[in-house]
């Protein structure tokens, strides 16, 4: 393994990392690597813990994530401003808090969970999320589509959504429209606070 923080702060010259080796999870060994600007992980990986890539602000890519990725950490690319992602491993079964909070370029993604804050999604493919975090889409003003057309204001959640957390979609004033599932056990206070919802359809046992 790479222990923790062994590359974080590599400010100057560190700009490319191809990672190789057998390893199954980091340890924020790479946090503050300002000029750090692709990244390949190994398909090994499990885990990206928590801040591991915290404030790399020049990190545009990190190639296609590893399949058997099965959690994201707290803050895990928190300040990636230039950072690009299409598409979450379908295995991710936690994603948490600002994991992808202030990155900017990612506008488009597939992902089962997610957890995003004051970023600049527009829509998401939901397929199989059963939790979705406090706080995990506040401030996202961009976002108009889960499981629906681009741009249409509709939220489909997923039909086996178990949690909305607390403020989980606040300040999401694009969203015009709400589909939620018999699924769902409990939605946290404010989950869509400040939106400017014009439609509710909460299915039966809801």
Do not use: W
């Not at 062994?6 to 490319?16: M, V």
């Not at 590893?66 to 803050?75: E, K, L, Q, T, Y």
């Not at 948490?96 to 995003?116: G, R, V």
């Not at 249409?152 to 607390?166: A, C, E, M, T, W």
């Amino acid at each position: 393994n790479i222990e923790s923080e062994a590359f974080s702060e590599c400010k100057k010259n560190l700009n490319s990392v191809i990672i190789k080796a057998n390893l199954t999870h980091l340890n924020c060994a790479f946090s503050g690597c300002f000029n750090l600007e692709s990244l390949e992980l190994p398909d090994s990986l499990k885990r990206i813990n928590n801040a591991e890539f915290v404030r790399c602000s020049e990190l545009r890519t990190v190639g296609k994530l590893p399949d058997g990725i099965i959690s994201i950490g707290r803050s895990a690319f928190e300040g990636c401003f230039k950072l690009t992602l299409e598409k979450i491993p379908d295995g991710v079964r936690s994603i948490k808090s600002n994991t992808f909070s202030d990155c900017h370029k990612i506008k488009k993604l597939n992902l089962d969970d997610n957890a995003f804050v004051n970023s600049f999604v527009e829509s998401l493919t939901m397929p199989s999320v059963e939790n979705i975090g406090n706080g995990a889409f506040k401030l996202c003003p961009a976002l108009s589509a889960i499981n629906a057309e681009e741009g249409s204001g509709i939220i489909n959640f997923p039909k086996n959504l178990k949690f909305i957390g607390r403020e989980a979609f606040f300040n999401c004033y694009s969203i015009k429209s709400l589909n939620i599932p018999a699924s769902l056990n409990e939605m946290g206070e404010e989950a869509f606070g400040a939106c400017s919802l014009q439609n509710i359809v909460i299915s039966p046992n809801s």
